[in-house]
């Protein structure tokens, strides 16, 4: 038998379909490879029991003709999922050893599909960050490297594009606040899905910023992203900012057939001291998709300048606010104090990492009275300048194809010092955010130190089946193949 | 040109109070504003909690639109402007019954605008009080300090249960006007059905403003006191607080702005925490929630389900059963009160039945300590026992015999008066032979007094007096007065 490890999830579910490796072997493949990836730090629990558990249920259903779309395909959930019964930390210390009664509403969805989870995987604490070097656990270590050097896997879904790219699950589900699905797949060599805002339930997702946060999948390819997608996708009574909205099967999207599609390319996203292979990686997408039939159309966001500062001024605002539960008194960690504000204090001071209070004083700051008008109103006049810009744009173009960030993979390390040059790592993500729309980042070339780079296609509002269907054709013409060297297995 | 009254006295001349209030209505609805928990009153502690209201990680509101009719509703009953686009924000602060580290309220945008009502004074005379505006929000939970001597406990069953935040304009000027604003305010609510009007149970509290001023000068700093859950306590707090400022300005001082408490026991007012200490609540639109929008239909189609509102009903008492308003008014005060007199005055003189709900069934009710809807004398009878007053039947002093009587057979509102006017042998005498004789045997045994009531024919009384008294108050006395009258040959007049 083949290495199953090796197989992305389409091949992974026609191979059970035809009965060619049971459900069981599947899952124990991936957890022998998780079991011994520890030097990537990508799980920060396995949850090997449940995935036989699964598995072997998945075997059952597949004997009796009961099959569901995701039947059997082992995978691995980000931190931020509330998973019932299984510990969920949101990678912070101020959650202690907390284990959430409840289950997700996007995991649900996965686990009714019969997915199986292998367990739960690194991210930045709180989704804050761009390299998962803020997590409790550690940092993740990107599989790729460069000259032996240990470099970050992105983030804040650092451990969710680690394993999908380490072959430590086939598909992961992760979360997109600013470029956190984005950033990762494009340093890993992976396919990494943002939704349209309100697509997926954010219901049993630790908030970050609410107004912003949007599950996705990390995967191998465009197609298990369509897949993934399918099952995550929900309206739902309990997240009011979900969209009732029918859920297509986007993997039926995936004609091929991109002819007639005007691509936008946004001006200023050519940014200063951009790596020239970036520029030129860009160059070559629009090739491509100019070879595959698209109309390319040059186009203006005027406002992409604006949204770095908006995103870090917006998103820690609702941050400071979601992040105030964490206070010792019902749940999580608590650290003893004199009185009720001593105790607060402690507990948050012991609970949060840097990187969590650093953002929790923005987002106070820019809400506090004085401030606010100056802060958080022109933020939210920003975005809606930028939402316009997309809507303008939208005019002429039907999906927009940028590079998904300015460099490739930095090493571990590089950025922790200088916080305004790690927030930079979104500079081409966060304006999907603010403005709701979906996003895709499909892994197109390798760099001189053979490092992954991504390109970016960004799609109209629930234009999901549209921005798949250029995203494979991209994905095709890429040919990306190449894959990390297994230097991490003990 | 406002008129200036209730001044009261100080050392250097009258004073003028200023109120406004800040009434926190419990909406009256079995689930939360944004959960499904239970809000029942006196559950176990911690019994009516969701996820939500825990504030557990990825736990997101959901508007209760059972709550939004109610706040639409009151906002109509209070003739106010409705917001079909509301929105809700967070007011951030930290304590350990506040469980997100935030309350939803809403700041910028409330669900209900500007409005009024009408308050009526002792004195007759109605004023209009401005309503400022109506917001929806989650109340907090408890913190039991009592249960443990070093540890608070903490109980969420309110944590989130939907409350009414209803403004007034500063617009009164005694506790008196307060307090009638409260009760008035308090009585739509129930007529709406919308809160219960409870205060012993926390359904409604009020948080009073108060300043003083000289007549025609700016406004005084204000201070707010806290949570007043009487009506009782509301004038005693303000009335104490009013006094406190002006013995403060006139001994030199200055108020200052602060947020403080009423203790019941001393009947004080004492400062809980000053401009400075204020929190600043860094309020900003809650990001998981959309704004609140409904259309047209939705508030015209509860507008055509309001019940008439106490104003209206009294308008109707005075102009349709020919009350006073101070009746009318006494009985619009709860919408019970007013169906229960209008089943008693159907098809009969309601200015009588209007006496006898008054005067013998609240005042028994009243000293039995009942709620209407335990009267043991039910609205029917009521309205018998005026019929039997009517047909002369008994006499209005029978009546109130009569009244006790079934008021003591209560609970099961027994007999009805006809049976117990029969049992008792009550019947008023009105056959004119047996009253004549009657008066006849007094005239006769009373020459003496026949000749002073010739001259002083007040003394008349005395004889109507003496048959009733010989007939064992069975005699009609309008008839006996009639021939006391022609037997003392007093009639012509």
């Known amino acids: ?490 | 040109m406002a008129e200036i009254n209730n001044l009261i006295a100080g050392a250097t001349g009258n004073w003028e109070i200023v109120l406004g209030l800040e009434v926190h209505a419990q909406v009256a609805s079995t689930a939360k504003l944004f959960s499904g928990a239970a809000t029942e009153f006196g559950a176990e502690p911690n019994s009516q909690v969701s996820l939500v209201d825990a504030a557990m990680p990825g736990m997101l509101p959901v508007i209760n639109w059972f709550c939004v009719e109610q706040a639409v509703r009151t906002g109509l009953g209070l003739k106010a402007q409705i917001n079909n686009y509301s929105v809700f924000d967070r007011k951030n602060y930290f304590y350990p019954d506040l469980p997100q580290g935030y309350q939803i309220s809403q700041f910028q945008q409330p669900i209900v605008g500007e409005g009024a009502i009408e308050i009526d004074l002792d004195d007759g005379v109605v004023k209009e009080i401005g309503i400022e505006r109506l917001h929806l929000e989650q109340d907090a939970g408890k913190s039991l300090h009592d249960q443990h001597p070093d540890m608070s406990f903490v109980d969420l069953n309110r944590s989130g249960v939907a409350l009414m935040e209803i403004v007034s304009q500063p617009d009164m000027r005694s506790a008196a006007e307060a307090q009638a604003y409260v009760k008035k305010l308090r009585a739509i609510l129930r007529y709406l059905g919308t809160c219960d009007g409870n205060m012993e149970q926390g359904s409604l509290r009020a948080d009073v403003n108060v300043s003083v001023r000289k007549p025609g000068d700016e406004l005084g700093t204000r201070c707010e006191i806290k949570n007043v859950n009487s009506i009782r306590f509301i004038g005693q707090a303000i009335e104490y607080e009013a006094r406190r400022q002006i013995d403060l300005i006139e001994d030199g001082g200055t108020v200052e702005q602060q947020t403080r408490l009423f203790d019941p026991k001393t009947g004080e007012t004492r400062a809980m925490r000053s401009k400075e200490e204020a929190h600043d609540y860094r309020y900003f639109p809650d990001p998981d929630l959309l704004p609140l929008e409904f259309s047209q239909d939705f508030v015209d189609e509860i507008a055509e389900s309001l019940p008439e509102l106490p104003d209206d009903k009294k308008a109707r008492f005075i102009n349709d059963y020919g009350l006073t308003p101070y009746d009318a008014g006494v009985l619009v005060g709860e919408a019970e009160n007013a169906a229960f007199f209008e089943v008693a005055a159907e098809g009969r003189d309601a200015k009588a039945v209007a006496n006898m709900v008054i005067g013998s069934v609240f005042a028994g009710l009243n000293k039995a300590d009942l709620a209407i809807a335990d009267s043991p004398v039910s609205a029917a009878q009521v309205g018998q026992l005026v019929d039997l007053i009517a047909d002369d039947t008994v006499s209005g002093r029978t009546a109130k015999e009569v009244f006790e009587l079934m008021f003591e057979e209560g609970p099961d509102q027994g007999k009805d008066p006809s049976v117990i006017v029969e049992e008792k042998g009550l019947k008023q005498v009105t056959d004119t032979g047996a009253i004549e004789g009657a008066v006849d045997e007094v005239i006769a045994a009373n020459p003496d007094k026949v000749a002073q009531a010739q001259e002083r024919p007040k003394m008349a009384g005395w004889f109507v007096g003496q048959v009733m008294q010989a007939t064992g108050g069975k005699a009609n006395p309008q008839a006996v007065n009639k021939l006391v009258m022609q037997k003392l040959g007093l009639d012509e007049a």
């Open chain 1, 1 to 490: 038998m083949a290495d199953l490890t090796e197989l992305n999830l389409a091949e992974a579910r026609d191979g059970l379909a035809k009965k060619e490796f049971s459900a069981v072997e599947l899952a124990e493949a991936h957890m022998t490879r998780v079991s011994a990836s520890s030097a990537l730090n990508a799980y920060v629990l396995a949850t090997p029991e449940k995935a036989m558990e699964m598995a072997a249920e998945s075997d059952k259903k597949i004997a009796s003709g009961e099959a569901r779309p995701l039947e059997g395909l082992p995978i691995g959930v980000k931190d931020l999922f509330c998973t019932k019964g299984v510990r969920t930390t949101a990678c912070s210390n101020i959650l202690g050893d907390f284990i959430p009664p409840y289950e997700s509403t996007v995991t649900q969805n996965l686990w009714n599909d019969g997915a199986v989870m292998l367990g739960k995987l690194n991210n930045d604490e709180f989704a804050m960050g761009s390299s998962n070097e803020t997590s409790r656990f550690g940092a993740v270590v990107n599989p790729w490297k460069a000259n032996g050097t240990e470099l970050v896997p992105g983030g804040s879904s650092g451990g969710s594009s680690a394993a999908v790219a380490a072959r430590l699950g086939i598909a992961a589900t992760a979360t997109d606040t600013g470029g956190s699905i984005r950033q990762p797949a494009a340093f890993t060599g992976t396919v990494g899905l943002k939704p349209t805002y309100g697509r997926c339930s954010r219901w049993g997702i630790v908030a970050f910023a609410s107004s912003l946060d949007q599950a996705g999948p990390i995967t191998q390819t465009v197609r298990d992203a369509a897949m993934m997608l399918t099952s995550m996708a929900s309206f739902d009574k309990r997240d009011t900012t979900s969209v009732e909205r029918d859920v297509p099967d986007y993997e039926a999207a995936l004609t091929g057939d991109i002819k007639g599609l005007r691509v936008g390319i946004p001006q200023e996203y050519r940014v200063d001291n951009m790596p020239a292979e970036i520029e030129k990686l860009w160059q070559q997408g629009i090739d491509w998709l100019k070879a595959a039939g698209a109309e390319i159309v040059d186009v203006s966001l005027p406002h992409t300048k604006y949204a770095l500062p908006a995103y870090y001024i917006i998103a820690p605002a609702e941050a400071s606010s979601n992040l105030a539960r964490y206070d010792g008194v019902r749940y999580g960690a608590r650290q003893d104090g004199v009185d009720i504000d001593d105790m607060y204090a402690q507990t948050r001071a012991a609970g949060f990492g840097d990187e969590v209070k650093r953002r929790v004083m923005i987002g106070t700051y820019a809400l506090s009275a004085g401030y606010y008008d100056a802060y958080y109103v022109k933020a939210l006049q920003v975005r809606r300048l930028i939402a316009e810009d997309f809507t303008k744009a939208y005019e002429v173009c039907d999906v927009l194809l940028t590079p998904t960030t300015p460099s490739a993979a930095f090493p571990i390390g590089k950025n922790v010092e200088d916080p305004l040059e790690m927030y930079l790592n979104d500079v081409f993500t966060v304006t999907v955010n603010l403005a709701g729309l979906p996003g895709i980042s499909i892994p197109a070339g390798l760099d001189a130190d053979g490092l992954p780079l991504g390109l970016q296609l960004i799609g109209k509002a629930f234009g999901e089946e549209e921005l798949l269907r250029a995203a494979q054709v991209l994905e095709e013409a890429a040919g990306f193949d190449a894959q990390p060297q297994d230097w991490w297995s003990a």
